[in-house]
């Protein structure tokens, strides 16, 4: 009877997900094209049927997955005493995290409000942390979507814990004056609360869907505000375009109806959000120097094997790295030049597309692992 079941869920069709991600990412190019800022492309026809090929791509691999019944994975674990050894796990690092690093992941957050460079610098030294961070925010991302996605399986005391960690989270970019953990918890969150919803295991009443919605639009604008105050005081406002000098468009409908304050908010979004195509077009027109194989789309790979072999020959191959040496010292992160980018320094550029199609196909197999087998990772 539960494989009968199980065999009836695999064969839904979800397509929300995918809708969901192709509409977001359809939002960032018409940012790109119709945004404050105007870039000028080279070979703009080649450059926007590729990001239409890399999107197709994205969505034949996600329905194919759909059509397939996936690893049907049938052994049986103890799933909720899994995601309690994750949530245990996480929290006594943050807790040794707390102490040993003498609390220094929140201990800017006055700083913050009162002047935001000052934060994001002191923020940028490394420490052992640094390092067991990348073993433990897997295990802590698992232990917080898999809470929100099995909410009321769960005893009080270790979503209390969750709690703590998400909170912690978000302070703790607040204090570097950044953005990139908060986008993090809110993605995961909303996506494991709507995976939740779906699957049954979160069943919301008129009245708390009332106060979701009212948490959420006050989240927003305080997203907003708090961009507001990075763009002001992180790295002096600016007016015109980082990458190419040029003004905002003297025609842009958004700056016609707004205050100075808020276009530089408008501005910043805009250009947080869509200047990787100007910088994917860029790359696309730099000489081809060779495959990385895995290796080239990584600065920890590529500066410890210089480390150790003095070899530096990946650098050399990386679409990425070549586009971040033209901003001279202090390029690199400076900005962004999308994941097409850097996969393309491995694969090549129509190697991506197909790289983002075993995405697609992976990441609908990794829903269906979700629902129907209550897969944690």
């Known amino acids: ?77 103890d799933y909720i005493g899994f995601v309690k050894k994750a949530i245990q796990i996480s929290f006594i690092y943050f807790i040794v995290k707390l102490i040993f690093n003498s609390g220094i992941s929140i201990s800017n957050l006055n700083e913050t409000f009162n002047d935001a460079s000052n934060s994001y610098n002191s923020n940028s030294d490394t420490n052992i942390f640094s390092y067991l961070d990348m073993i433990f925010t897997p295990i ?67 009245h708390q869907k009332i106060k979701i919605l009212i948490l959420c639009l006050v989240m927003f604008f305080a997203y907003l505000s708090y961009t507001s105050l990075l763009t002001n005081t992180r790295g002096g406002v600016w007016i015109d375009n980082p990458i190419t000098g040029d003004s905002p468009r003297s025609d842009f409908f958004l700056n016609k109806i ?42 920890f790979v590529m500066n410890n094997i210089e480390k150790v072999t003095g070899w530096s020959g990946l650098k050399e191959i990386s679409y990425g790295v070549r ?33 983002v199609f075993f995405i697609g196909y992976l990441f609908s197999l990794a829903l269906k692992d979700s629902l129907n087998f209550l897969n944690p990772l």
């Open 1 to 77: 009877m539960i494989n009968i079941s199980i065999m009836i869920q695999i064969k839904q069709k979800i397509y929300f997900p995918i809708i969901f991600l192709l509409s977001w990412l359809g939002f960032t190019i018409l940012s790109f094209i119709f945004g404050p800022y105007e870039y000028q492309l080279t070979n703009p026809v080649i450059f926007y049927n590729y990001l239409i090929l890399i999107h197709l791509a994205l969505y034949l691999g996600y329905i194919k997955g759909l059509r397939s019944e996936g690893r049907n994975i049938k052994k049986e674990f």
């Open 140 to 206: 802590s991302l698992v232990a917080i979507t898999n809470t929100i996605f099995s909410y009321k399986n769960l005893p009080r005391l270790y979503r209390y814990s969750v709690y703590v960690l998400i909170i912690f989270s978000v302070l703790s970019s607040i204090s570097s004056a950044t953005r990139s953990g908060i986008v993090q918890i809110a993605i995961i969150s909303m996506a494991a609360f709507s995976l939740g919803l779906f699957k049954g295991n979160i069943i919301l009443k008129r």
């Open 258 to 299: 707004t205050s100075p304050e808020t276009q530089y908010v408008i501005n910043n979004i805009s250009f947080y959000i869509s200047h990787s195509y100007y910088r994917l077009n860029q790359a696309m027109n730099l000489p081809f120097e060779g495959l990385g194989f895995g290796l080239s789309n990584s600065y």
């Open 323 to 355: 586009l971040d040496n033209e901003e001279g010292d202090g390029g690199y992160g400076l900005f962004w030049s999308t994941f097409y980018t850097w996969i393309a320094s491995d694969f090549t550029f129509p190697g991506t597309i197909l790289v």
